[in-house]
């Protein structure tokens, strides 16, 4: 019993030891210039292994992190709305000064929980709806949001669907991804690509056409039902993330459907459909822009890409850091700012490569130090124009 | 003097949960103190993290006492706490909220084991088919619900109960009923009995079904009070509500110093003391920012170490008393 005491003993003095040490070495002294002190921000994320989250990370800790005074925390991969406020809780924990989120469970959760701990929130990547917008947009801590918005999200999908239906196609294939988990962005994505077939087919999608389709998605629990749009034909749709053996099986015969001329996918088209697809058919993706991609592109497997750009997230990184060092970016108004951002897009090998070398820099990014810099303490108006060229001709003017 | 200096070694080995949870208390204080982290906050932030894992493992330790095992808790309490939230946004009522979540994972608690008890299956095998069950019910409650891809309760209707003092009342008052059947009543003891020598126990004349549902029973209870304060702390509810769940409870009562294989050494404090570890782990992983795969890795090595001591300590050639 006595060397049971002496063990406990022997491990509280340890633990006291450890603290004394500690709290000698801590403290330091506040710096009357705020770019001197590193400002640390926090990063959520839902997603840390897909490419495009592997690039957005690249891009903030290997190029952001070498030329500003920042360091970024970021959070593991977060699933639900708890999880997110447990991420938030940590960050705050750590003296995190600000932010950006790319997760999405619980949105407004997120800033709320924010603006009542006094710490900078932004989207990236992303938007909030209309009316989460109208709601927070006078919130003093919450930064705003640049990234795809859901109408960005449905074009990009007519867009694809329409640049294969201009050059004939009528018999397509769908991966619609999440929509089945009711994820916004797949269901718009999907609803504008089922809205260029009405346009071209001259038919409906069981009696919805344009934006009613994402309706009629969302009632029949994010299925997207095969059949016939007039001239058009969906002859084969596959959805969620099972990544089994009948799940790739669906693939693959969606894929080797004789009545399937054309495959479109929501995202991850090039896990979904690549490895199935035989010779002479097209596929189209939304994704972003990887060596992989650039390969698929090369070998005529992937025929289209509308993909996000690593350095996009540039900007809500700038009006972060801005509003942290006491210069906020607000509409005339003085509320947060709310901006659209579109995706970069490929029709053939050299366009995808050429975005790539770009997009993968660490060095040179399409945003740069010197771009962003110009952000810093910027009007709206110039923020607003900064962000809405953000194609690759514009950004590399 | 052989014997002494083996039950001395005994005794270290059980002490060895939480004299290393008091090692990490410290280290973690240590690189709070240097990196100037907010302690009392991150304290409030161990506790919010910790909690949910703590009830649920702690009403768990009924099952893993039995040898059993039960893979589809997370799936449960997400079922549960959908169909909690349903029950509040009809009523607007809190209290019904609770006995719902409570109802509702009893009863699928209940129907894991009687389904195992009917067919003469092992519990693992129904469990497996429960958790599969469970994803499709979760996604259909949402459906139904007609809300989007998640079920909210309004933010305001929970806000007073998401403090740390509501968490450690509920958490105190199942842990105490918990000690209280499992150490004080013969419950435990039976349990323990049938998990380390089910055959025995049999000959016995302990009836291990009927233990087995008892045991799911309280497992339920604590799956039920777990989803209740994941409403509580984040009010909007989607199909990956609780997925972390089911894991944590594993690594929590392994890392507590409980044996998987349960029986004669199981002990309630475990789940308390190897949910504190895990969470006090993942700060110190935080606090240093390290990358998520590495802080991964690491808490697999320890992981595999803990076991390592836990089995190293369960060598003996007679029985455990």
């Known amino acids: ?266 995202g ?63 509409t005339a108004e003085g509320n947060a700012l709310a901006l659209s951002q579109g995706y970069w897009i490929a029709t053939d090998a050299e366009m995808a490569k050429k975005y790539f070398e770009v997009d993968s820099s660490t060095t040179n990014p399409a945003y740069t130090k010197e771009k962003l810099d110009t952000l810093i303490g910027a009007s709206y108006d110039d923020f607003a124009k900064f962000v809405a060229a953000y194609s690759f001709e514009e950004i590399q003017k | 003097m052989k014997n002494k200096s083996k039950n001395i070694s005994a005794k270290l080995m059980e002490a060895a949960p939480v004299a290393g949870l008091v090692i990490l208390l410290g280290i973690f204080l240590a690189i709070a103190a240097a990196k100037n982290v907010n302690i009392p906050y991150s304290f409030k932030n161990i506790v919010n993290q910790s909690i949910i894992t703590m009830i649920v493992a702690t009403g768990a330790i009924y099952i893993y006492t039995l040898g059993a095992f039960d893979i589809s808790l997370g799936a449960s309490m997400c079922v549960s706490a959908l169909v909690g939230a349903m029950a509040y946004n009809a009523t607007q009522s809190v209290v019904v909220m609770l006995l719902v979540c409570v109802g509702c994972a009893v009863l699928i608690s209940l129907t894991s084991s009687v389904l195992a008890s009917v067919f003469n299956l092992p519990v693992f095998v129904t469990t497996i088919a429960m958790l599969s069950l469970l994803n499709a019910l979760s996604l259909v409650l949402i459906r139904v619900n007609g809300t989007g891809d998640v079920i909210q309760v309004p933010a305001m209707a929970v806000m007073k109960l998401n403090t740390v003092w509501f968490k450690l009342l509920v958490m105190a008052a199942f842990t105490a009923l918990c000690v209280l059947t499992f150490n004080y009543m013969k419950l435990g003891r039976q349990q323990k009995f049938t998990g380390g020598n089910p055959l025995c126990a049999k000959l016995s004349g302990l009836n291990a079904k009927k233990l087995s549902i008892i045991g799911f029973m309280m497992a339920g209870l604590g799956v039920g009070l777990g989803a209740f304060l994941t409403i509580t702390y984040a009010p909007t509810l989607s199909r990956n509500t609780a997925s972390s769940v089911g894991m944590d409870v594993i690594i929590s009562i392994v890392f ?39 802080s991964q890795m690491i808490k697999a090595v320890i992981f595999l170490a803990v076991v390592y001591v836990s089995m190293f300590s369960s060598r003996k050639t007679i029985l455990p008393r």
């Open chain 2, 256 to 294: 507590g110093g409980m044996p998987v294989s349960g029986g004669a050494r199981s002990k309630i404090h475990a789940a308390i003391v190897g949910a504190l570890s895990m969470t006090l782990l993942s700060q110190i992983m935080l606090m240093l920012n390290l990358d998520s795969g590495i």
């Open chain 1, 268 to 330: 991850s088209g090039q896990t979904a459909f690549a490895g199935f697809k035989p010779e002479g058919k097209m596929l189209g993706d939304i994704d972003c822009y990887t060596a992989d991609s650039v390969a698929l592109m090369e070998s005529g497997t992937l025929n289209y890409l509308a993909g996000k750009f690593s350095a996009s997230i540039g900007p809500i990184f700038a009006a972060t850091l801005s509003a942290v060092y006491g210069k906020p970016v607000r």
């Open chain 1, 1 to 266: 019993m006595k060397s049971f005491r002496k063990f406990f003993v022997l491990c509280l003095s340890f633990v006291m030891m450890l603290t004394l040490t500690a709290c000698s070495s801590g403290g330091g002294s506040a710096d009357a210039d705020p770019t001197q002190k590193t400002v640390k921000i926090g990063v959520l994320v839902s997603d840390t292994t897909s490419a495009e989250a592997l690039s957005f990370r690249s891009y903030y800790e290997k190029y952001i992190q070498s030329v500003y005074n920042v360091e970024f925390m970021y959070s593991d991969e977060l699933t639900d709305a708890a999880a997110e406020q447990s991420a938030i809780d940590n960050f705050i924990a750590n003296n995190c000064q600000a932010i950006i989120s790319f997760a999405s469970s619980d949105r407004p959760a997120q800033i709320e929980k924010c603006e009542q701990e006094g710490v900078y929130y932004a989207v990236a990547t992303g938007t909030l709806t209309d009316d989460q917008y109208e709601q927070f947009k006078s919130y003093s801590h919450y930064v705003g949001a640049i990234g795809p918005d859901l109408a960005a999200e449905y074009q990009a999908g007519y867009d694809m669907a329409k640049h294969f239906l201009d050059q004939g196609y009528t018999k397509f294939g769908m991966f619609t991804g999440a929509s089945v988990y009711f994820t916004e962005m797949h269901i718009y994505r999907a609803a504008g690509m089922l809205a260029a077939m009405c346009e071209a087919g001259k038919g409906d999608y069981s009696g919805a056409t344009g934006y009613d389709i994402v309706g009629k998605i969302m009632a029949d629990g994010g299925n997207v039902s095969t059949g016939k749009i007039g001239s058009v034909e969906v002859n084969g749709v596959v959805s969620g993330y099972d990544f089994d053996d009948a799940w790739f099986g669906k693939l693959a015969a969606v894929a080797n459907d004789p009545n399937v001329d054309v495959l479109l996918a929501v």
